[in-house]
Nanobody
């Protein structure tokens, strides 16, 4: 079983930046595909950004050019750098680990609020 702990959420003004972190348990982190998702009340959870074990990335169109996903395998950590934040980025952000077995594990989420 993989445990994921997100941090870094908070309140930020429009145009500001935040960096989310997600620390994973286990010794095989480098083999996991990792993703950041977000969810707002009444809506489905949506993919924000993902990174493969090899470092390839993909992003939702709504965040391209503003968000950057990265990973540090030595620290079992995946990051989401969020710049030029907009009110519509307000959501609970979840970290997800996809194992080679196909199993997915989720963190409990961290709230990001973009408001003046």
């Amino acid at each position: 079983q993989v445990q994921l702990v997100e941090s870094g959420g908070g309140l930020v003004q429009p145009g500001g930046s935040l960096k989310l972190s997600c620390v994973a348990s286990g010794s095989r982190f480098s083999s996991y595909a990792m993703g950041w998702y977000r969810q707002t009340p009444g809506k489905q959870r949506e993919l924000v950004a993902a990174i493969t074990s090899g470092g390839s990335t993909n992003y939702a169109d709504s965040v391209k050019g503003r968000f950057t996903i990265s990973r540090d395998n030595a620290k079992n950590t995946v990051y989401l750098q969020m710049n030029s934040l907009k009110p519509e980025d307000t959501a609970v952000y979840y970290c997800c680990a996809q194992l080679l077995s196909g199993m997915n594990y989720w963190g409990k989420g961290t709230l990001v609020t973009v408001s003046s």
